[in-house]
């Protein structure tokens, strides 16, 4: 079992850039491939990134490609999700998810069995 715990969510403008951290405790980050999610307001969870066990092998949405950059730190135990040029689009609670079945991450959400529980960010415009 592992525990994630989100961080680094906030209240920014457009155009501000945010970091998010996922910090895994319980097992090590390197047993797992990860991935971020997040659900606007009002809206069902949607795939944002996910990242292999290693690190070599990333996706992104269209709807952040070029502006997130997901990244990992194993031995630190900590998944980050660097956030720029920001928009009020971006505004939903952000989750990091892990997948201990697949060297690789999915954008499907069943395919991840731990979830943490979230931290907001919300952009104005």
């Known amino acids: 079992q592992v525990q994630l715990r989100e961080s680094g969510g906030g209240s920014v403008q457009a155009g501000d850039s945010l970091r998010l951290s996922c910090a895994a405790s319980?097992?090590?980050?390197?047993?797992?491939?990860m991935g971020w999610f997040r659900q606007p307001p009002g809206k069902e969870r949607e795939f944002v990134a996910h990242?292999?066990?290693?690190?070599?092998?990333?996706q992104y949405a269209d709807s952040v490609k070029g502006r997130f950059t997901i990244s990992r730190d194993n031995p630190l135990g900590t998944m980050f999700l660097q956030m720029n040029s920001l928009k009020s689009e971006d505004t939903a609670t952000y989750y990091c998810?892990?997948?201990?079945?697949?060297?690789?991450?999915?954008?499907?959400?069943?395919?991840?069995?731990?979830w943490g529980q979230g931290t907001q960010v919300t952009v104005s415009s």
């Open positions: 990242i292999s066990v290693s690190g070599a092998t990333v």
């Open positions: 998810a892990a997948n201990e079945h697949s060297q690789y991450g999915s954008d499907w959400q069943g395919a991840y069995g731990y």
């Open positions: 319980g097992r090590a980050l390197g047993a797992f491939a």
